[in-house]
């Protein structure tokens, strides 16, 4: 079935890039300058990386509907609708991972794609990450600053590919769009809908080294001409390369149907379950300032397990109330439950098991009015809503010398099954926000934005009486409210035909305790007070984020460049104490910042080259702390410079190859937030990745796989105290056939 698109956006808008005539001799210079090295192949002959896609003809029947057309690693459009622009035109430092670029990068969880881009490291928590996924982005923390379809996650989860349609990363503070935290950015993924347009079902096969596996199943059917369903499903399984026994299992469903019975309304829902079963990779430890390679497996390690799940039902309604008025509402509920039990053998030979569990709870609704107007002479995109929350954690963990009952779990050795007790913490956090925004054209050259929100939430935290290195703790209830104003306003110019300059200022803000997986540990974002036991008088850590950028659409749209200065200063800082698993800290003490630039590029370089390139320079400062020693030192897990460049070579109509190459800097240890221990230290690395695709027929893909290409040794995080270092992956290799039908 061949169809003619029909989308419906909430607002129609043409690039700048495109509808701008040109600006004069001395602007097309400098443009024609600036493409002239990237087009020196353009009188080759073409052989396009995918069928051309003209506006009106006929497009792959599984097209990423914000994609750019015939360009698989350029995306057009951001999926969220407070994003009111293409992303050529939209004033902010914004990454997005194409499904094609994923594909072709073989990388298929979420940690090891996000950890390879540019100013994103890996945290660790004590006993690992214990608790699923933990990014670092712009070195801020962002754990709950992870959203799918413009909603935050549930909870903490090891999280998979296979759903996904695109991953877009906004970079620095933005809590206008995504609420309370997101001081370095936060991550969106974009989910596979059903669609009206075609009928496909796209089956996957994979294996290799490493005991490999991976199957995938993605279909699509038109019910009748209002009605479409989509089912996507995974099942995976591999060991970690050279890290026997720690292993991987993964299964998944996506579930999504789609109603539009009138161009005017449109109704989607989706449900998604996922499960993880791993045996996991504690990594290693630091010796005489440098990771042990030789680390032998604790005893007790075949008996450790990591398993979470996470179940999700979203609904929602896209109402056009006229040709300038858009409603949308989006409701979710999410549940996510966690466990394991864990052991690390550390530099004094000693074992030391770590065991918890945690259950998440989530339900939000986010209503949204976008409206697209002249007024005064002026077009205005204004979009107003309100968004409420309410999150549910409960869990307990506990840390001891060997295996043994207690705490967290009663174990039975014999039958090797591990029973949960009962609750050590009951985390609440209810949420109101407001906000509004609007981007102004005020005329052919340039464009004003801005946009306020506020955020009312009410805390109530539960915490169990303990014994710890601290001593014994009593029980503890801690409840408290407040609000949260934030804002961005700025400007966006563009007095050149594919080229803009822009500039903006925005805050985030963060509250004691936010992190609701850390509950009382305070130096990990748990609730903090001070040596008065006092938490109430907390201000909210504020975080401000100036930023100057330029971005160029060269190339009949095809390739993205884009630069940005920015600088992030945080204030209000709240720091851990002495020992980070206590609610002793102090409160506002501190202040950091980081500061430089970021390169990026994306798209289609020549008609045969494809490419995704980033690069950021960054540095970082503690300003202020309570303790002075910190001050001048770095942020804790902060790589100073990262970069990564994936290609694609068309070298023949039905061959491609292509690779990948990451690197990073050093990092040091430390807890959140904090600054850099010195003696905790990792060396920087260079990771190199091959893959190659072959078109065996019309339907059916042959794509192979080699990642770690040079089998390099390196290291990803270290713990602070240096107990705990993650080791990279080493090198895998997988053959995967892909049919469409």
Known sequence: ????????????????????????????????????????????????????????????????????????????????????????????????????????????????????????????????????????????????????????????????????????????????????????????????????????????????????????????????QDLAVRLNVLYAEKDVPDRGPAGEQRMGLLFSTVYQPSYDLKIAADYYHYQSDDTPDVGTYLVDGKPNANQDYPGNQALDFLRSQADTLTLTVEQKLNDRVHLENKIRFGKTTNEYIMTTKRANGKDRTFAGWQDNQYLGNQTNLIIDQEIAGRRHTIITGVELSQEKVQGATTAFAQYRNGGAYEIDFDNNTATKLGKATDYKLNTVSAYLMDTITINEDWELFAGLRYDYFQYDLWLAASSGRGGDVPEANYAFSDGLFNGHVGVVYSPWQHGNIYTNWSTSANINGGEADSAGNCGYGGICTDDQGNYQSAEPERSINLELGTKWNLMNERLLLSTALFQITKDNVIEGGNDSYQTGGSLNTGKNRVEGIEFGASGNLTPKLSAQFAMALMDSETLKSFDPDNVGKPKANFAKQSANLQLRYQALPKLAVGGNATYSSEIYGGQPDAAASDNIRLDGHTIYDLFASYQVSEKLELRGNIQNLTDQDYYTAVYRGGDIVYIGDARSANLTLNYQF
């Open 1 to 224: 079935m061949s169809a003619v698109r029909i989308t419906h956006h909430h607002s129609e808008h043409i690039s700048k890039s495109t509808a701008k005539k040109s600006n004069g001799f001395i602007s097309g210079s400098l443009a024609l300058a600036i493409s002239t090295a990237l087009i020196a192949d353009v009188g080759a002959e073409e052989i396009n990386l995918d069928a051309l896609m003209v506006e009106g003809t006929h497009t792959a029947a599984d097209d990423n509907p914000y994609a750019q057309s015939g360009v698989p690693y350029k995306a057009k459009k951001l999926s969220n609708s407070k994003r009111s622009r293409d992303i050529a035109d939209t004033p902010a430092t914004v990454t997005v991972l194409t499904k094609e670029a994923i594909a072709d990068s073989g990388k298929t969880e979420l940690k090891d794609i996000l950890s390879a881009q540019p100013g994103i490291t890996l945290g660790t928590g004590e006993g690992g990450n214990s608790f699923g996924d933990r990014y670092v982005i712009r070195g801020y923390e962002a754990r709950s600053d992870v959203f799918t379809d413009g909603l935050r996650e549930p909870g903490l989860i090891s999280r998979d590919t296979f759903a996904i349609e695109q991953l877009e990363i906004s970079k620095g503070p933005n809590s206008t769009f995504a609420g309370r935290g997101s001081t370095g950015g936060a991550v969106n993924s974009v989910t596979k809908k059903a669609s009206l347009e075609d009928d496909f079902v796209n089956l996957s096969a994979g294996l290799g080294t490493d005991n490999y596996q991976r199957y995938t199943l993605d279909g699509n059917k038109i019910v009748n």
